[in-house]
Nanobody
Framework: QVQLVESGGGLVQPGGSLRLSCAASRRIFSTKDMGWYRQAPGNQRELVASITTAGSTHYADSVKGRFTISRGNAENILYLQMNNLKSDDTAVYYC?????????WGQGTQVTVSS
């Protein structure tokens, strides 16, 4: 069993930056991928960014060039660096780990972009 805990969310002005962190409760091996999703009120949960064990990354078109996903394997930590934040980025952000069919989600962290 894996517990995921997100941190780093908060209130930020447009154009500002935040770095989200996701810490796993134990070491994780051979993940299919790890990623960040977000869900705004009334919307479906959507993929923001993902990274494979090999290091390949994928980004939603809406965040390309602004967000960067990275991982620290030894620490079991996943990061999402968010720059040039926009109001449309406001959502609850969730960390997800896919262990080849066993999927774990964090509780989410609120990101609010507002002036």
């Amino acid at each position: 069993q894996v517990q995921l805990v997100e941190s780093g969310g908060g209130l930020v002005q447009p154009g500002g930056s935040l770095r989200l962190s996701c810490a796993a409760s134990r070491r994780i091996f051979s993940t299919k991928d790890m990623g960040w999703y977000r869900q705004a009120p009334g919307n479906q949960r959507e993929l923001v960014a993902s990274i494979t064990t090999a290091g390949s990354t994928h980004y939603a078109d809406s965040v390309k060039g602004r967000f960067t996903i990275s991982r620290g394997n030894a620490e079991n930590i996943l990061y999402l660096q968010m720059n040039n934040l926009k109001s449309d980025d406001t959502a609850v952000y969730y960390c997800k780990v896919d262990l080849w069919g066993l999927v774990y989600w964090g509780q989410g962290t609120q990101v609010t972009v507002s002036s």
